[in-house]
Structures are given as structure tokens and as C-alpha cells.
């Protein structure tokens, strides 16, 4: 079985289903309320295990209710989450959302516990494929990311979202970097044309390769042999997009470790990502 390391955040998430989002001190009331467990780093996590990968997680929890919560959950995934670290005396990270009836969202995040964990990797876990890492929990836990993976000879899969400066050694190690179109922007300084958006991207930073994620239109990738648009695939129904994001740099992080290449593990990524705005949550329920 192919072997992920993830490093990234661990939230609990708080979810109200809204009519519209709030607009500047507007109140907006709604009976439908929901906990989940969340985080950018878990939530890739879970999606490369559904995929089929043997994911190890680090990451960190508060040593409170809602930790042991994360705990259990990613576990139940068959996550292995000996890596994570438990903070004494603080909080875990948390994500409050809102999401409209066209299943789009607004999310705030409260780091918590994933602002208090160490860079580095502990040892004895087995030497990974892939090394996995988002920027929530910060570049200085990134860049450590990025030197286990060139020490263990494993690929480095960055999102850098939300966009944070990377050293130039991760950037350059970056096999891909992965965006938004949104996260494209900052990085750039203005949107882009999606038909080179991912090719300015991958010479801004100078990453071994980049991908753009566009939503519904799919993604574009950018290698040494150019630039290739992945159509988006038609989700049976829009009921959720918290996580879509998520799920496809899981999905790609696993298909990347498993072998494939970039070409059919964007596809691959993109099919599932279409999946998950079917489920209420940033993952899916149990199988």
C-alpha cells in the first residue's frame, strides 16, 4: 500500500446552514446547526485514505473534548495519528462556517492547538511516497515538510492555502504546488486567464509543477511538458462545497503516491472532488 505523510490542521467544525451569509452587522438566525470534524491537513488525510493510501497524519489537538473528537474520527478512517501532537492547555483549532442553499460557503478559522505545532516529523513512522502538507498551520511547519521529504526522497505536494510565503527551497521542491483560483490571485497579484493561470503560476514560484483547482470547470496543470486543462465533472446534486477543495488534493496526493501521473491523477481528483458537494460536511460519511 502506498504510504502518505500529511502534516496540516486539525479543527472541529462548526457548521450553520444559512439563506444568505451575514453582510456587516447583519445577524442572521437558522435552526440547522452542526459539529464535524474538519481541518484542511485531516481532511486531506481522509480523502487519501478513502483513495487507498496508508496516510500517517501530524498535526496537533488541544487536549480537550474536541481533540479526542478529531482523534476518534480520523481513526475511524484509518488514519494513523501517532504524529499528532497534544497541546496542554489549549484549545482545539476550530472552523466556523456558514454554508447557503447553493451549497456554497464562507468559512473563519481559530487556529487553536494547529498554531502550537512543532515543525518536523517524529521518527518511526515508516518513509512515505508522498509528503502532504497544507499552509493553515503555517510556512515554518511547511518548509520542515519539505526538508523530510527531500531527506526520506518522497514527492512534495504543497496547497498553500490560504497563501503564505514559502521558502524558496519549498517552492522549488514543490511537485505541485496546488491552489484556488482565488489563492492563484494573491500569489500572482491579480486574476488570471485559466488558460495560464497554472503555467504563470508553477514560473512565479518555481515549482516542479502546479495545479489550479476551478471549481466546477475543473483544474489546469502546468509541468516541463506544458499546460493541460481537466474538464470538471457534473456533480449529481450541490448540497455542500466545504471541503471539495480538500478532497481533491487528497485524491491527488494518493493517486501521485500510487504512481500515476499528474495528467490522470488530476482527473481522478476532479471526479471526487465533484462527489463530495453531495454530502453535507468537508467529509463523507462512513462507508
Not at 493541460?228 to 494518493?254: I, K
Amino acid at each position: 500500500m502506498t504510504r502518505i505523510v500529511v502534516v496540516g490542521a486539525i479543527n472541529e467544525d462548526w457548521v450553520a446552514s444559512v439563506r444568505h451569509r451575514p453582510g456587516p452587522g447583519q445577524t442572521v438566525v437558522t435552526d440547522r446547526f452542526s459539529l464535524s470534524p474538519g481541518g484542511k491537513g485531516a481532511n486531506q488525510a481522509v480523502a487519501a485514505a478513502r483513495a487507498g493510501a496508508s496516510v500517517a497524519m501530524i498535526g496537533a489537538v488541544g487536549d480537550d473534548d474536541s481533540g479526542r473528537r478529531q482523534l476518534q474520527a480520523l481513526s475511524a478512517y484509518g488514519v494513523d495519528v501517532r504524529g499528532v501532537q497534544k497541546i496542554i492547555g489549549v484549545t482545539t483549532g476550530t472552523a466556523f462556517i456558514t454554508v447557503t442553499g447553493d451549497g456554497e460557503n464562507s468559512i473563519v478559522v481559530g487556529l487553536g492547538a494547529n498554531g502550537f505545532l512543532a515543525p518536523g516529523v517524529p521518527s518511526g513512522l515508516p518513509d512515505p511516497a508522498v509528503v502532504l502538507a497544507q499552509t493553515e498551520v503555517g510556512p515554518d511547519v511547511v518548509n520542515a515538510a519539505a526538508t523530510y521529504a527531500a531527506e526520506v526522497g518522497a514527492r512534495l505536494v504543497v496547497n498553500n492555502g490560504p497563501v503564505v510565503p514559502l521558502s524558496p527551497a519549498t517552492l522549488r521542491s514543490a511537485d505541485p504546488i496546488v491552489v484556488n483560483a482565488h489563492e492563484a490571485a494573491d500569489i500572482l497579484g491579480s486574476p488570471a486567464d485559466p488558460a495560464e493561470i497554472a503555467a504563470r503560476i508553477r514560473k512565479h514560484t518555481s515549482a516542479r509543477s502546479a495545479v489550479v483547482t476551478l471549481g466546477a470547470d475543473g483544474a489546469v496543470f502546468s509541468d516541463a511538458s506544458g499546460e493541460t486543462a481537466v474538464a470538471g465533472v457534473q456533480a449529481s446534486q450541490v448540497v455542500d462545497t466545504t471541503g471539495a477543495g480538500d478532497t481533491f488534493v487528497g485524491v491527488l496526493g494518493a493517486r501521485l503516491a500510487a504512481g500515476d501521473g499528474v495528467r490522470v491523477a488530476v482527473r481522478a481528483a476532479v471526479a471526487a472532488a465533484a462527489e463530495s458537494v453531495s454530502w453535507r460536511g468537508a467529509r463523507p460519511p462512513r462507508d
